[in-house]
């Protein structure tokens, strides 16, 4: 389909563009900027006056719940959500059930996906076999189904000459490892942040040792064999001055915060509300501002959804029973425009966290998503048509996940999707 989106206010940080223009689109690719090259004739025009063309957001950690647990969420229904909120790349943790550690169970989620066609899936290989720890799984194998990186999801790896192993195993074919900076031994069954608040209202803590321990540990043993790390879901500040100083110090790392850290802190669990059980906890006010100004400064490459549907099953019990997660994948980009907004971010470089930071981050992973997070002649037109005056309110009618669970329920939040595009054919596109 040749499509032509006209007056629109395009901002495209990969490439430093921030401009009203046209955009024109053929043969699944952007075919130019202003001007229609020769020949070009629009099967559609959309006028764009007033909204933003933005490229299509690139989410790092999206459990759409196949196969294993389809009660909870499924790859067409989370899809749809995705598309909804202007996501057309998402990174899947491994932690499905079966495990992915197989090459067949990679290639039938890769079947899947296709057949949906709709939003680019990278599925993220088991690093241990059935995420456990004792065995490393054929990483060149799951490679050739179709995984882009390795990782244990939120499991954590108890033995440190099991990781060592793995990033030598990773390194030695350049291989990148996704990996949560958590030491089980401090994580424990805690479910909320240690401190005042975790302690009045009873419920066992998580310090924040439990991740600067994990943190100094994984960049020790990076040092000897120099592997590629994403640290995922950073949440205290201590973490992230470790990871500066590791940046600093020339590691290759990179690394990503869910969007509930960057605006949600240990005392809005209120009186014991399940849907901020969230897995990293909630930490503290200086934690949170320290998020931010990682964020703004670069420490902090990625924003990502952290998207993990819950049933109600699932999350109607006491806090400290309750499956940690919530839906995320509609709220991502209001998010981030809540948080441009929010801290004086300047709005290109607050859309790079979720569209060029993260394209980054899945190019060095996967050659195929080379051009992912950016608009350039001749990259696969996945974008969307943002309405950035348009406030919504977070209801359960209003979301197309399977699941509604989510901190921000009742919340009032800026930038309304109005159109997806993927691979030059509209996907999604709001009623009215």
């Known amino acids: 389909m040749n499509l032509q989106?006209?007056?629109?206010?395009?901002?495209?940080?990969?490439?430093?563009?921030d401009r009203v223009t046209d955009v024109f689109i053929s043969q699944g690719k952007i075919a130019a900027f202003d001007l229609a090259?020769?020949?070009?004739?629009?099967?559609?025009?959309?006028?764009?006056?007033?909204?933003?063309?933005?490229?299509?957001?690139?989410?790092?950690?999206?459990?759409?719940?196949?196969?294993?647990?389809?009660?909870?969420?499924?790859?067409?229904?989370?899809?749809?959500?995705?598309?909804?909120?202007?996501?057309?790349?998402?990174?899947?943790?491994?932690?499905?059930?079966?495990?992915?550690?197989?090459?067949?169970?990679?290639?039938?989620?890769?079947?899947?996906a296709r057949?949906?066609?709709?939003?680019?899936?990278?599925?993220?290989?088991?690093m241990t076999v059935g995420l456990k720890g004792e065995v490393i799984t054929e990483m060149a194998e799951l490679t050739e189904a179709g995984c882009v990186a390795f990782s244990q999801a939120d499991v954590p790896l108890v033995d440190t000459n099991v990781l060592l192993r793995a990033m030598q195993y990773a390194r030695t074919f350049d291989f990148m490892l996704w990996l949560r900076a958590q030491d089980p031994w401090l994580s424990g069954s805690g479910v909320a942040a240690s401190g005042a608040y975790a302690s009045r209202l009873g419920l066992p803590g998580i310090p924040v040792q439990a991740e600067t321990v994990a943190l100094n540990t994984l960049f020790e043993l990076q040092r000897t064999c120099a592997v590629r790390l994403h640290i995922c879901r950073l949440s205290s500040a201590a973490g992230i001055e470790l990871v500066r100083a590791a940046k600093r110090e020339g590691l290759p790392v990179t690394c990503d915060v869910s969007a509930n850290q960057v605006h949600l802190i240990d005392v809005?669990?209120?009186?014991?509300?399940?849907?901020?059980?969230?897995?990293?906890?909630?930490?503290?006010?200086?934690d949170r501002e320290a998020i931010r100004a990682a964020l703004a400064d670069g420490t902090i490459d990625v924003v990502c959804s952290d998207h993990t549907p819950v049933d109600d099953d699932g999350k109607m019990l006491p806090f400290a029973e309750a499956e940690p997660?919530?839906?995320?994948?509609?709220?991502?980009?209001?998010?981030?425009?809540?948080?441009?907004?929010?801290?004086?971010?300047?709005?290109?470089?607050?859309?790079?966290?979720?569209?060029?930071?993260?394209?980054?981050?899945?190019?060095?992973?996967?050659?195929?998503?080379?051009?992912?997070?950016?608009?350039?002649?001749?990259?696969?037109?996945?974008?969307?048509?943002?309405?950035?005056?348009?406030?919504?309110?977070?209801?359960?009618?209003?979301?197309?996940?399977?699941?509604?669970?989510?901190?921000?329920?009742?919340?009032?939040l800026p930038g309304r999707v109005c159109m997806t595009v993927v691979r030059g054919q509209i996907a999604w596109e709001l009623a009215g």
């Open 5 to 17: 989106i006209k007056n629109g206010r395009v901002i495209d940080p990969a490439n430093d563009v």
């Open 37 to 112: 090259p020769s020949g070009f004739k629009a099967e559609r025009v959309i006028d764009a006056k007033n909204k933003l063309v933005i490229p299509g957001l690139v989410d790092l950690a999206a459990r759409l719940r196949e196969p294993g647990f389809e009660y909870r969420g499924t790859l067409e229904a989370e899809m749809r959500a995705a598309l909804a909120g202007g996501i057309t790349s998402l990174v899947l943790p491994p932690d499905t059930d079966p495990t992915l550690d197989e090459p067949g169970l990679v290639e039938m989620l890769k079947h899947r």
């Open 115 to 126: 057949q949906l066609d709709q939003v680019n899936l990278y599925p993220l290989g088991a």
């Open 268 to 286: 809005d669990i209120g009186y014991y509300d399940s849907n901020f059980r969230l897995d990293p906890p909630l930490r503290g006010q200086r």
């Open 325 to 412: 997660g919530a839906t995320g994948l509609e709220l991502l980009l209001s998010l981030t425009l809540k948080w441009a907004a929010d801290a004086k971010v300047p709005l290109s470089q607050a859309l790079a966290r979720v569209t060029s930071g993260p394209g980054r981050v899945l190019a060095g992973a996967c050659a195929q998503a080379a051009q992912a997070g950016q608009l350039s002649v001749g990259a696969p037109a996945d974008l969307c048509v943002v309405d950035p005056n348009a406030f919504w309110q977070v209801t359960r009618e209003a979301l197309l996940s399977q699941s509604q669970h989510t901190p921000f329920l009742g919340i009032e």
